[in-house]
């Protein structure tokens, strides 16, 4: 088994462990795993390293809410529990721009690699995590939308086609020759139109 194939089976069922609360640190863990072997098989760093950042955010806001959390109380005595409401509010605030930064890297991870697989599912599931995250001021809204993106996500991973994914520039078909305001894609050979900056089919920036 390729990596593509390790990454559906690791994102498959770290997703569906993400919906399991006793559990739910592995699923993380090996759904970030999962995206580690995507990054390295389509040779793109930045897949890897915007999965990580969300992560990353995810854990420093939570850590740093907390400890603003555990100060409000620490305060309540000596300010009537006016302490504690600001250290409660303090860490829900926190906690809220967090999800939020972290949504957005995950969304970028996620738009690339939709992309560069050729699975919506990784789109959809980026754009549901960034609206939840904005929407959890509507608590049972923004965690409801978060929920489906969830599931997405375990689509878009066991939709991954496990074929070795092509990395090196590939040139067009021998003797092919574009038509007029044409070209043809540096890195898998798709034709496009002359001004298209990105390839529709790989997501490649085009030279």
Same mark, same amino acid.
């Given at each position: ?9 690791? *994102? =498959?069922?770290? !997703?569906?462990?993400q919906?399991?609360? %006793?559990v739910? +640190?592995? /699923?993380?863990?090996?759904t #970030? @795993?999962a ?6 098989e ?17 854990i420093?806001?939570?850590v740093?809410g907390?400890?603003?959390?555990? *100060? =409000?109380i620490? !305060?309540a005595?000596?300010?009537?529990? %006016?302490?504690? +409401?600001? /250290?409660?509010f303090a860490? #829900? @605030?926190?906690l809220?721009?967090t ?6 890297f ?11 697989l ?7 599931a980026?754009m549901l995590?960034?609206? =939840?995250?904005l929407?959890t ?5 923004g ?19 496990e ?11 021998p ?8 070209k ?5 050979g ?6 298209t ?11």
């Open positions: 088994m390729g990596k593509l194939g390790e990454a559906k089976t690791l *994102g =498959g069922i770290g !997703s569906i462990l919906l399991v609360p %006793a739910s +640190l592995v /699923g993380d863990i090996l #970030l @795993i995206i580690k072997y995507v990054s390295d389509l040779n793109d760093r930045s897949i890897f390293d915007n999965a990580l950042y969300g992560v990353i955010a995810l420093a806001g939570t740093v907390l400890f603003t959390f555990i *100060g =409000g620490a !305060s005595a000596f300010t009537f529990g %006016a302490g504690a +409401l600001a /250290g409660v860490f #829900l @605030i926190i809220w721009i999800l939020i930064i972290g949504s957005i995950i969304k970028r991870s996620f738009d690339t690699i939709g992309a560069r050729g699975v919506g599912a990784f789109k959809t980026g995590y960034l609206i =939840g995250a929407l001021v509507v608590f049972f809204v965690l409801i939308i978060i929920f489906v993106g969830v599931i997405f996500q375990i689509v878009a991973f066991f939709s991954i086609n074929a070795p994914v092509q990395t090196q520039p590939m040139q067009a078909p003797g092919a020759m574009a038509s007029s305001g044409m043809y894609c540096a890195n898998c798709t034709q496009m139109m002359v001004a900056i990105f390839c529709p089919k790989c997501g490649a920036k085009q030279p």
